[in-house]
């Protein structure tokens, strides 16, 4: 972090961590069908890990939680959180599970098709959480996602709302969501696809995702941001909606476009920002990412996205 830098909060991010391997190909494969592909790459990945090492290269303090395997990918995440300045305290280890991984495929459109082998993520437990009740005092934000056990992610949202800390949690991927969950987050940043699971209204256009988010505020939820892709995100700030457009790059993998857009926006808000200049960040941070190849590779340092203005 630089002198110009705002200081953050303490940002403690609890999700899974995987290793992914992704194959570049010219279209995606249909039901049956083999396709060959061109390169191959083997990354570290999942949606907690991602947003925790893009929100540490975008300038905060940054506390992961976690479950590992007792194998070769369980010690390399470690090593590699640390060397991103992540503190790995709370990344425990299962004896018996292995290591969650990820199959991705990538076509030249930058579309992608994910397939996960949750592994040790889903032994993540409230009794894990126990020991971390430490992180969870010190922080100052916590973002979640989907990737772990739903008990252990509406037992976190409520130590950390009774604590008076602002919850946010990306829900992916698609899940319905309890209603005492839903009264514990400060904000929640759905996609289309997971508005529509969470409310049952179908997202379409700006005028649904609007009905969407107003749905889930009535449900208790303080702020709500329905990301839309290439059309930006529609936020909704108590009872009040705009969309902020997304910045026009060539991309060319979108695999963790939003885990990079929500950890820009929870950095934001650790520096103070309002909900709007919150969100424009986390799009200028996404927009970076999505030029690039990868998951946590793709995630831009905090003087990338500081000089960027597309």
Do not use: W
Not at 32 to 59: C, D, I, S, Y
Not at 117 to 126: E, F, H, V
Not at 133 to 161: F, K, N, R, W
Request: aromatic residues 4%.
């Amino acid at each position: 972090m630089n002198s110009t830098t705002p200081k953050t909060g303490k940002i403690l991010v609890v999700g899974s961590t995987n290793t992914d391997m992704v194959v570049k190909t010219d279209h995606l494969p249909r039901p049956g069908e083999t396709v060959l592909g061109g390169t191959f790459l083997m990354n570290p990945g999942g949606k907690g890990a991602n947003q925790a090492v893009a929100a540490a290269r975008l300038g905060a303090e940054v506390t992961f939680v976690c479950k590992t395997g007792n194998d070769l990918f369980g010690v390399t995440t470690r090593q590699q959180l640390a060397e991103e300045g992540i503190d790995t305290s709370f990344v425990f280890t299962d004896p018996h599970e292995p290591s969650g991984v990820a199959l991705i495929a990538v076509d030249n459109r930058a579309e992608n098709t994910i397939v996960v082998a949750s592994g040790a993520n889903a032994s993540l437990l409230p009794l894990d959480i126990n020991k971390a009740l430490a992180a969870i005092d010190a922080c100052d934000l916590v973002l979640m996602q989907l990737e772990t056990p739903m008990p252990t992610i509406e037992y976190v949202a409520s130590l950390a709302a009774e604590r008076g800390k602002r919850v946010v949690l990306n829900p992916a991927p698609a899940a319905t969501l309890s209603e005492q969950l839903l009264k514990n987050l400060y904000l929640i940043t759905p996609n289309e696809t997971e508005a529509e699971l969470i409310t049952g209204i179908p997202v379409r256009d700006e005028r649904s995702a609007e009905q969407a988010a107003r749905t889930i505020h009535r449900a208790g939820v303080r702020h709500v941001i329905v990301t839309l892709g290439k059309k930006g995100a529609l936020l909704c700030e108590g009872g009040r909606c705009e969309v902020i457009p997304a910045h026009r790059v060539e991309a060319v993998d979108t695999t963790a476009a939003g885990d990079v857009f929500n950890a820009g926006l929870v950095v934001a808000l650790s520096e103070g920002r309002n909900l709007t200049d919150a969100v424009r960040f986390g799009a200028k941070a996404a927009a970076i990412s999505v030029t690039r190849m990868g998951a946590q590779a793709s995630a831009p340092y905090r003087s990338e996205t500081d000089a960027f203005y597309g």
